[in-house]
C-alpha cells in the first residue's frame, strides 16, 4: 500500500465544501456587506464628503474606498474562517475530516483558502459597487490584488484561529465585534491620521490596522499615512505572527484532537 | 497473515486525568466481524477514536494492514472508515452531496457509480437530492454510513450502528454487514444489543475501564464461559436431596417439583448423563426436563459484574 505525500484532492473538497455554503447563502453573503458599503458611500462620500473637501488631493469619496474594502474584508475573512472550522466543531462532523488523511496543515489551507476566496471576492465585488459612486483609478492594480489576497489570508488565519479557540457563538463574535471593529474604524479607514492632534497620532500608530490601510491606499493612489514598506512589514509580521499560532495548532492538534 | 488491525499497549489519559483505555493489545483478523462489548464510558468509543485519529494516544501504537496509524496516518485513515455513534451530519447537504463530499474528502476520485451502488444498497438512492435535515433519523444514519463507505474501506468501524433505530432498519443494518463481510471489508462494531454480536461476530472483545478483560470467538467464549441449565419436573415432590446427589449442586424449586441443575456449557458432557444416572438410581422419576444456555448477555453482564465485585474486594 501507498499513499501520496499530499491529499489536495482532499483539501480541494473541503475548499469546494466551504465555497458551497457560500453559493448557498449567497445572497445574504453579498446583500449585507454591499448595502453597508452604498450606505457608507450615501452618507461619507455624497452626504458629508463634499463638505470634508479632499485628503492628499484626493476626492473624499475615493480616499474611503480601499479602507471601506478592507472593513468587509476584515469581518468577512474573520467571519468566514472562524465559522467554517467552528461549525464542524460544533455540529460534531468535525469527525470525518479528522478520520479523513487529510493533515492539519491541509486542513487549514482549506478552510482559510475558502474564507481567503470570499473576501477577495467581496472585497472585488465593493470596489465594483464603489465605481458606481466615485471616480476611481486604482494607480497599481496588480499589487493592490497581490496586498488584498495578503490581507485576506491573514485575517482567515486568524479567523481560524477564533474558530479553533472558541467554545461557543458569543466567542466567535467577541474578536471581530470588540477588538477589530473598534480598531479597523480608528485606523484611517475614513480619515488620514494626519487630520488628528498630534497625540492621537502617535496613539494611532499603536493600532496595526493603521498601516495595513494605509498600504492598500497606497496602492491605490500611490501615497499613505506610512511607508509602503512599513505597511507590508506589519502585514507579514501579523501573518507570521498567525502561522505560528496556526504551526503550533498543526503541530499540537490544539482544540482540534483530545 | 498479519492481522488487519493490531493494537499494542495502547494507553490513553485524557487531559482531565481521565484514564481512558489502560495497555490495550487486541488483534483483528482480515475478514471478520469484531463486536466490542462494554458498558457506557468502559473506552469503546476512545478506541475506536484513537485508531481512527480523531484522539491521539498517550502511548502504544496502531497498526492497520501494517501501518503505524500515527506515522503513515495517510495510509491507514484511507483504508479506514468510521460510522460514529452520533447522527453528526451537515443538515443543509443533500445526500449525495454529502456522500460524494467524504470521497473526496478521502482522497478519491469521483466516481459516481461507486456512490449509486452504496446509496442503492442502503435505499438512500429516491433520497438522493434531498437535503439531509429532511430525513428520518434512521434514513440519517443510513447517510452515515454511505459516507463511510463512500471511499471503499477495508477496515470499517461501527459504533453502535443500531442505536434507536427501528427493528427494520436493524435488520436491514444486518443484511448490510454481512454484504459488506462478503466483499472482504473487516468489521469492528460496538453494539448495546448483545445479541447483535451473538449473531453477527465471529469474535467478542469485552472492555471495562479502558482494559480488554476478554477476547475469545463468539461461539468458544459461550461455551466457556456460558453455563446451562436444566430443569428436571420431578413425578413426586420432594423435601430433600439425597447425599448421593452432593457431587451435583441442585436446588429444589416450585415446592419440591422441579430440580434445577445448573453448570458450566463446556462440562456438558461429563455431568449431565452421570447425574441422569444417579437419578434413576436413586428412583426419582421426572416427568418433564428443561434445558437453556445462557446468552452472551447474561455473560457480558456476569463478567462485567465480576470485574466490579473484584474491584470492591480489592478496594475494601
Known amino acids: 500500500m501507498s499513499a501520496p505525500m499530499l491529499n489536495l484532492r482532499g483539501a480541494w473538497s473541503i475548499y469546494r465544501f466551504e465555497m458551497a455554503r457560500f453559493k448557498r447563502t449567497l445572497w445574504q453573503s453579498l446583500a449585507t456587506p454591499i448595502l453597508t458599503t452604498v450606505l457608507y458611500f450615501i452618507v461619507f462620500g455624497s452626504a458629508i464628503g463634499p463638505r470634508i473637501g479632499d485628503i492628499d488631493a484626493i476626492n473624499y469619496g475615493a480616499f474611503i474606498v480601499p479602507g471601506l474594502i478592507l472593513l468587509t474584508v476584515f469581518t468577512q475573512s474573520l467571519n468566514n474562517a472562524s465559522f467554517g472550522i467552528y461549525m464542524p466543531k460544533f455540529s460534531g462532523t468535525i469527525y470525518e475530516i479528522l478520520s479523513a488523511p487529510v493533515s492539519t496543515a491541509e486542513l487549514v489551507l482549506a478552510y482559510v483558502g475558502a474564507a481567503a476566496t470570499k473576501s477577495v471576492l467581496l472585497g472585488l465585488i465593493i470596489l465594483a459597487t464603489a465605481q458606481l459612486f466615485v471616480d476611481l483609478n486604482v494607480g497599481h492594480p496588480v499589487w493592490m490584488l497581490v496586498y488584498l489576497v495578503m490581507v485576506a489570508f491573514a485575517f482567515s488565519l486568524a479567523g481560524f484561529i477564533i474558530g479553533i479557540w472558541a467554545e461557543g457563538f458569543e466567542a466567535l463574535q467577541f474578536i471581530p465585534m470588540l477588538v477589530v471593529t473598534p480598531l479597523t474604524f480608528l485606523g484611517g479607514v475614513f480619515y488620514s491620521i494626519d487630520m488628528l492632534p498630534e497625540t492621537w497620532q502617535t496613539v494611532s500608530l499603536f493600532n496595526p490596522i493603521v498601516y495595513i490601510v494605509s498600504g492598500f491606499r497606497y496602492f491605490f493612489f500611490g501615497s499613505g499615512d506610512v511607508s509602503v514598506w512599513v505597511s507590508l512589514a506589519a502585514l507579514g509580521g501579523f501573518i507570521g505572527l498567525c502561522l505560528a499560532i496556526v504551526s503550533y495548532i498543526v503541530r499540537t492538534g490544539h482544540k482540534l484532537k483530545s | ?316
Request: hydrophobic share 40%; with cysteine; charged share 30%.
Open chain 2, 1 to 316: 497473515m498479519a492481522a488487519l488491525l493490531s493494537i499494542e499497549n495502547l494507553d490513553k489519559r485524557y487531559a482531565g486525568g481521565l484514564h481512558a483505555l489502560k495497555s490495550v493489545d487486541l488483534a483483528i483478523e482480515r475478514g471478520e466481524i469484531f463486536a466490542l462489548l462494554g458498558p457506557n464510558g468502559a473506552g469503546k468509543t476512545t478506541l475506536i477514536n484513537v485508531i481512527c485519529g480523531i484522539v491521539t494516544p498517550s502511548s502504544g501504537r496502531v497498526l492497520v494492514d501494517g501501518h503505524d496509524t500515527v506515522r503513515d496516518f495517510r495510509i491507514t485513515r484511507r483504508h479506514t472508515g468510521l460510522v460514529p455513534q452520533e447522527l453528526y451530519t451537515d443538515m443543509f447537504e443533500t445526500v449525495w452531496d454529502t456522500v460524494s463530499f467524504s470521497r473526496g474528502l478521502f482522497g478519491l476520485k469521483p466516481d459516481p457509480a461507486h456512490i449509486e451502488r452504496v446509496l442503492r444498497d442502503l435505499s438512500l438512492w429516491e433520497k438522493r437530492d434531498n437535503a439531509i435535515m429532511t430525513l428520518s433519523g434512521g434514513m440519517k444514519r443510513r447517510v452515515l454510513i454511505a459516507k463511510a463507505l463512500a471511499h471503499e474501506p477495508k477496515l470499517l468501524f461501527l459504533d453502535e450502528p443500531t442505536a434507536g433505530v427501528d427493528v427494520e432498519l436493524r435488520r436491514d443494518m444486518w443484511r448490510l454487514i454481512e454484504k459488506l463481510r462478503e466483499t472482504g471489508v473487516t468489521i469492528v462494531l460496538t453494539t448495546h444489543y448483545i445479541e447483535e454480536a451473538e449473531r453477527m461476530a465471529d469474535r467478542v472483545g469485552v472492555i471495562r475501564r479502558g482494559e480488554i478483560i476478554v477476547v475469545d470467538e463468539t461461539a468458544s467464549l459461550m461455551k466457556k464461559l456460558g453455563r446451562k441449565h436444566l430443569s428436571l419436573h420431578l413425578q413426586e415432590t420432594m423435601t430433600k436431596l439425597p447425599a448421593s446427589l452432593d457431587d451435583w449442586s441442585l436446588t429444589l424449586a416450585e415446592g419440591g417439583r422441579r430440580l434445577d441443575y445448573s453448570f458450566a456449557a463446556e462440562e456438558e458432557h461429563a455431568c449431565v448423563p452421570a447425574l441422569l444416572k444417579r437419578l434413576q438410581a436413586e428412583g426419582i422419576e421426572f416427568t418433564n426436563l428443561n434445558t437453556r444456555q445462557s446468552t452472551l448477555e447474561e455473560i457480558f453482564v456476569e463478567l462485567v459484574h465480576e470485574e466490579e465485585d473484584q474491584q470492591v474486594e480489592e478496594t475494601s
